[in-house]
């Protein structure tokens, strides 16, 4: 492979990672901080993705952005209420959420399941036109995500520092000793599902501009891709670390996902592999601490059967 296509290669899974890295630091926030899985993410990527080509489409590209986000923060509270009080469980609020959340997209959009946009003004048409002209002409979705992503990672550095974050990080830890200590866990977790379920919508919506297109199943999956994706960066910034190592971790976790992803079409895997390919890299990242830690365990054992004459037999003669 030459110098330029992997150059090409790496810059389409950056761009690719950058997109991701949003969902990425929604699920830091309601899965490692918060410790609630949220089930929800694929469908309140793709309301993201509906809501933000809807309003784009009617002129208003820039106005898209905060509306998925409101329409994320939705979706969050809808599941914060099943989980915190209506006693449904977190796995489950989060399935059904998902469930109704296909429904209400296909009503958004009058019942269609893609909606093109090649003609419609998107943030990164705007950004293009800012940086024509320019040596950056040619990086306006790379530099466009760049912005959002570190935005993200800067609210969250900023938000978990707070009184209210810190107590929502305390309450993913011990629920009850927050309960106890007068704040109330329905409210906390509450907010940090309506942060992250924004993040996760703006995501989608900045998906659905890069890619000139609306697709209702753009979201399937996505819950995999980012929790393997965090999985990936917490091998290199793990939970003894600070909040903003973690959340770049989390960020270069969403880029080698996608490079893994690009290098596997590239060898001209078929596209229904993907999701095999997805699956093999989750259980890479959660069993790979487990088994780095059993390797030496491991070899040792081997050692002292090879050493001892009869041991493979079980002492057997």
Partial sequence: MSPDKLLSLGQTALELGLVNALTVLALFLSYSMLNVCDLSTDGCFTLGAAVGALVAISGHPWLSIPAAMLAGSVSG?????????????????????????????????????????????????????????????????????????????????FFLRTKLGLAIRATGSNADMVRSSSINPTFTTTVGLCISNAFTALSGCLMAQQQKNYDVNM???????????????????????????????????????????????????????????????????????????????????????RSVPGASEGGKG
């Fill in 77 to 157: 509270f809808v599941t914060a209420t099943l989980q915190m009080r209506m006693g449904v469980q977190s796995l489950l609020a989060g399935i059904v959420v998902n469930t109704g959340l296909y429904s209400l997209n296909m009503a958004l959009t009058g019942n269609k399941a893609t909606l093109p946009m090649n003609k419609t003004p998107t943030v990164f048409v705007f950004m293009k036109n800012a940086l024509k002209d320019t040596p950056f002409a040619g990086q306006s979705t790379l530099i466009v995500m760049l912005i959002a992503v570190v935005l993200a990672v800067l609210f969250l550095c």
């Fill in 219 to 305: 979201g399937s999956g996505m819950v995999t891709v980012a929790l393997a994706s965090l999985l990936i960066g917490g091998v290199f910034f793990g939970k003894h670390r600070s909040i903003p190592l973690q959340a770049i971790g989390a960020v270069i976790g969403a880029f080698l996902f996608r490079l893994v992803y690009a290098l596997a079409l590239r060898l001209n895997m078929p596209a229904f592999m993907l999701k095999a390919v997805s699956s093999v890299i989750v259980v890479l990242a959660i069993s790979g601490p487990y088994l780095r830690k059993q390797f030496p365990m491991m070899l040792k054992t081997l050692r002292t059967r």
